[in-house]
């Protein structure tokens, strides 16, 4: 039985951290082998190191020369060595995991090849898309691109899976929220009233580091958005379609964005407190604060708060906040990041809460709080509020007007998933993240799944996005920052 061969693109942090013990802990299970990596020339050194520390002699690598490093369209050195690996080793599949700039031009590239496709979300972003105006309408014709691209690659190959890593889809505990508002809304033909969002990553960035770190930076123009942010924007649409239908369907929605920038930031943490916080800072410190106001003028944004009204035609259905930052509670306590893990490490700390109205008839707040990092090896007290695995769901429903209800349901997420994946899980996120792969694989093994997070289902999530980006960047160039965007989900699914 010949092995399924992967494709990874772009050998990072994150994919260090799931895309690749997921696939090497599940080859026999799933016959599947990551046969080829690619990522850039200077990553050399350390992809090697990483190789060599797992004894990894069978994963062979493509590292791409800086002459021939493009985001909006492959270079054509680099197209042909894709082709020749899809086609030398029979790739079925490829998983995307590069800086989101460099996301569309690979994912065309494999739908034209007819390759299965697994990418890390946003589905693009473009330098200076916080900033300047035009720019954010690029991600509206990035996605219409790949849509076209995908289904005219579906008819002609039959068989074919655009997923996206949209991980809280996959999440039990997004699962049995999406079920509750999902059944009030057949009882009683309500949608989401209202919806209020907020996470913070808790990853504390000095003023240097926000100039010269690359790795989930602000230095190109944009930020927390095109990171993390698209999971919540995302979420948002999801939930609101369980509250949906024909006669209270969503068409437009309102946007109106306030965004903190980098400047914002050291206002209200300036080079002097940082001195009078850390004694060695002048030494670590690179930059004066007036060069450092200089040089990220135009940087992306650390947070971004964004007040949103879906609406039907002119009739508001359902009000929303989505709050994200960057900048919040964080372990971090010492000065160097060199050697440190940004992904996942430096302090960082996620913070997360979810709180929805369903009218008179429901309630549900979903919060995940965590005081300490990840720490694979600790098995006791998961649980609890700040523990790794904290997640709880408190439910109300009006139980005087439907007996059968329960005035009040608590739910944590050990009450949904027993499933801590010994050595590889950091929580239960990466437990989502692990079933997304899975599905992919699945699908690749020629099982019948029903997509949890197809391409085609994330055209709403990309009009949010883009909107988002318009109202900051309008407020940026003060010009008026509420935008008003078109709320369509694609029709014509193959």
Sequence with gaps: MKKINLLLIGFGPHAKRIYYPICKSNSDIYNIQLTYAVDLEEKRTDITKFLAEKNDEDTKIYFIQPQNRTYNKLSSIVEKK?????????????????????????????????????????????????????????LLQDYQMLKKTYIAAKRKYKRLYFSLMSQRRWHPAFKKVRELIKEVNEKTNCPITSIQTFHSDGQFRFPSEIIDIDYHGFNKGFGKVSHSGYHFLDIVTWLLEAGENREKS?????IFTNSLRPNDFLSQINLSDYGKIFPNFKKYNKYSQKKINIMSKKYGELDSFSSLAFKHGNQTITLASVNLIHNGFSKRSWLSVENRDLYKGNGRLRHESHFIEQGPFQAISLISYQSNEINPKEKKNLYNVGDEYHLDIHVFRNADLFQEWK?????????????????????????????????????????????????????????LIYGIYKSAANRFNKKNPLINVPFRRTKNKI
């Design 250 to 254: 969503i068409d437009n929605v309102d």
């Design 82 to 138: 894709l082709n020749q690996i899809v086609d030398q080793h029979k790739i079925t599949g490829v998983i995307i995991s590069t800086e989101p700039r460099a996301h569309t031009m690979y994912g065309k590239w494999a739908l034209k090849k007819g390759i299965n496709v697994l990418m890390d979300k946003p589905i693009s972003t473009h330098e200076n898309i916080s900033t300047d105006s035009e720019i954010p309408k690029k």
């Design 407 to 463: 005035t009040y349901e608590f739910i944590s997420i050990k009450d949904l998933t027993g499933n801590i994946m010994d050595n590889r899980s950091r929580g239960h996120q990466e437990d989502a993240r692990r079933k997304a792969v899975l599905e992919f694989i699945k699908f690749l093994n020629g099982e019948k799944i029903n997509p949890t997070s197809d391409l085609l289902d994330h055209e709403r999530s990309t009009q």
